[in-house]
């Protein structure tokens, strides 16, 4: 019990908890949670470095994409969920405004205070000229609007259900207190039906033993995103593969990973409510959740491709210092490489209403993959 926080202490000396309750806990927490306690996260100093973190490059190539999108739809609405440190909101708006194409508002659903605060400072030192068009939620709209959801690494933060296929039964990851007072994890008859019902209908094949992970949040995160969209398009860009991939025989000890101080490991038992704890997107799933909610999938494909079809290397040609380039060129690297981001983050567009081509997807769609 040592160094653990009391609440999630006592709710264990209840008894075993579902892998799922203890990766919500862990993460979100009102009192100890990750992503609401006022830790470093984000860039060299937190735990890890997202997109919009690396270069405003991310953000003025969204800009390029999100244009053919706004000139389409009247009084379109950007909405983002988690902004983290609130950089891709003030790089995409300032892009915007640029190039004449402002959204009539911009709005962030975001569950952590803290995170929130950042988010308002960094608008009011960079952008304070447009912050009044910014408008922060603490639940989902209660109305439905017309333009363009933004979910940049949202679905990987969502906790999952960890499970082992073992001897041609499904078992469930529990976390518990062992005799010592410490921490563990063990696998048990899995007695919840929907998951039960998942893993049978969807992955009957496994081959045994197989540990992965599974995101039954993602049908409801998916319908509510359908219902408050009138008409438009959720761009949804994640780390993760299509189902044959993400449950590959290969892939037999899951996705999980852990980062703490730019250190990624597997234990998601330790430095609790200190550590990211995430898991890859399965995209059929994301997908089969979408036709289910009535949103058509649009397109996907991997960052480097929506990037650069989107016209990334043309944002050079406004940057003139060379110390500037270099940077910007380094940047594209990181975002575009396949040994870096750009094959293992994928873009995924889920529109309705709105029956088009993206150019983002132009280069290289994927969707057959799915």
């Known amino acids: 019990m040592k160094n653990l926080p009391a609440s999630l202490v006592a709710r264990l000396n209840q008894g075993e908890m579902p892998f799922v309750e203890f990766m919500q806990q862990a993460l979100y927490a009102a009192d100890f949670g990750y992503y609401s306690k006022g830790l470093a996260k984000f860039g060299a100093a937190g735990d890890f470095v997202t997109a919009p973190e690396i270069s405003p490059l991310f953000a003025q190539t969204l800009a390029l994409q999100c244009e053919e999108i706004l000139i389409e739809i009247p009084n379109a609405q ?36 803290d995170l929130r605060q950042r988010q308002q400072a960094l608008v009011q030192q960079e952008i304070p000229h447009l912050a009044a068009c910014i408008e922060w939620l603490d639940n989902w709209p209660e109305t439905s609007f017309n333009g363009i959801i933004v979910a940049n690494e949202v679905l990987d933060a969502m906790p999952i259900h960890r499970f082992l296929r073992q001897n041609d039964s499904f078992y469930e990851s529990m976390v518990l207190f062992n005799e010592q007072g ?38 409801g995160w998916i319908k509510q995103c359908a219902d408050m969209l009138e008409t438009g398009v959720i761009f949804l860009i994640d780390y993760g593969f299509p189902r044959h991939e993400y449950y590959h025989p290969d892939r037999k000890q899951g996705t999980l990973m852990c980062h703490y101080h730019h250190q990624a490991h597997t234990n998601p038992l330790v430095y609790v409510g200190e550590q990211d704890i995430t898991a890859h997107v399965d995209f059929t799933h994301v997908a089969e959740a979408a036709d289910a909610a009535g949103l058509m999938v649009s397109g996907y494909t991997s960052q480097a491709a929506f990037l650069l079809a989107n016209g990334l290397l043309s944002l050079l040609e406004n940057i003139t210092d060379e110390r500037e380039l270099f940077k910007a060129r380094q940047a594209i690297k990181q975002l575009t490489h396949p040994s870096e981001m750009g094959e293992l983050f994928k873009v995924m567009a889920l529109s309705k209403n709105l029956d088009r081509d993206f150019q983002g997807f132009q280069l290289h769609d994927k969707r057959a993959t799915l």
Not at 80 to 109: T, W
Not at 189 to 216: A, I, M
């Open 182 to 219: 410490d921490l563990v994890e063990q696998f048990k008859p899995c007695q919840n039906v929907r998951l039960l019902d998942y893993l049978t209908k969807e992955l009957p094949s496994l081959e045994s033993p197989y540990l992965s992970e599974v995101n039954l949040f993602i049908e």
């Open 78 to 113: 950007l909405f983002e969920f988690g902004a983290g440190s609130g950089r891709l909101c003030v790089d995409l708006l300032r892009q915007l405004e640029k190039m004449n194409r402002l959204p009539c508002c911009y709005r962030i659903l975001e569950v952590s205070g």
